[in-house]
């Protein structure tokens, strides 16, 4: 699973370079996200989605996002079960996540994620995230949730919610825990954005593939208690 992750300030200039690429950035904008190495449910996460109003063009947006998916229908903002990851074997099925697969699916952008491990009857954390240190990316859905208390036209009436797909965990990673987050490549994050695709169990299919495979290549160190927030907290310590 995946219940704690960090994101440093590198994503700004990381995600301007590659949607000034694609020539598909909303007029006059620019990312803000402050660095978190501390994100929890319910917090904001960043992520990248496709525009989906005819309007907008299919602009790449880059948005902040409450880290617990909340369906359209849902009659509250809190809802009763956890939704901050959905199990990417089943998200097509679920009534929570299954609309948002077929048109509202997310990138979102990690440095790693925190994990505990039982030692000696002790929970011990570890921070995952690419050998090579750069920014990594999960393969994620989202929701836009109406206050029904609001207007239709404000603005403030409408909350975006985000959750992280997992799968079985890669064998590098399983003395860990047993699932971790679908990893996305670079390759993947338009196809699996693209809103004129309805997204099904094909192309979740393609996308565990390539997470499975992607994730040979992270590794687990372990770190000190994650308490407060600071880039200390993903520095290895000695076991």
């Given at each position: 699973m995946c219940g704690r992750f960090a994101m440093?300030?590198?994503?700004?200039?990381?995600?301007?370079?590659?949607?000034?690429?694609?020539g598909r950035a909303p007029a006059e904008w620019r990312p803000s996200w402050q660095p978190s190495w501390n994100i929890a449910p319910t917090q904001q996460i960043p992520i990248l989605l496709e525009a989906t109003r005819p309007e907008l063009n299919r602009e790449l947006r880059f948005e902040s996002a409450s880290w617990s998916l909340v369906p359209r229908w849902s009659e509250t903002l809190r809802p009763k079960f956890p939704t901050?990851?959905?199990r990417i074997e089943t998200a097509a099925e679920k009534p929570t996540f299954r609309a948002a697969v077929r048109h509202q699916r997310a990138v979102v952008f990690a440095t790693g994620y925190f994990e505990w491990h039982t030692e000696d009857?002790?929970?011990?954390p570890y921070f995952i995230r690419p050998a090579t240190h750069e920014i990594t990316a999960f393969a994620g859905l989202y929701s836009w949730w109406p206050d029904p208390t609001l207007p239709y036209n404000d603005p403030a009436r409408w909350h975006l919610t985000a959750t992280i797909l997992t799968q079985p965990t890669a064998p590098n990673l399983a003395e860990i825990h047993d699932r971790n987050p679908v990893f996305l490549p670079q390759e993947l994050w338009l196809p699996w954005i693209d809103s004129s695709v309805t997204g099904d169990a094909a192309l979740l299919d393609t996308v565990a593939e390539a997470g499975a495979a992607w994730a040979r290549d992270f590794r687990a160190d372990r770190v000190g208690p994650v308490r407060g927030n600071g880039p200390e907290l993903i520095d290895p310590v000695a076991a």
């Open positions: 440093d300030g590198e994503i700004n200039s990381m995600i301007v370079e590659f949607i000034e690429e694609t901050f990851n959905a009857g002790v929970k011990a």
